[in-house]
């Protein structure tokens, strides 16, 4: 189960985001279900930020995206992964 576009999109980290969050994992582990948390960010900092939040929310799959802006370079590859 993925929790879809309303965590890709935690840049903010407002408090109604991470409410949603914490209850979509709530719901999914009642239900023996693994929650997914979606990341989407060009920024590395960014994504490993929210994966620790996600963590701390009992997450333990994360789907990253890279937003849509044209294909990486070569050297954009190399320095993203």
Known sequence: MSLGQPAKNMLSMNPSLKKIARFFQ??????KAEGLLGVISLSLPTI??????????????????LPIGGALNDREMETFF
């Open 26 to 31: 709530e719901e999914t582990s009642e239900a």
């Open 48 to 65: 490993i930020e929210r994966i620790e939040k996600g963590r701390e929310w009992g997450f333990r799959s994360f789907q990253i995206s």
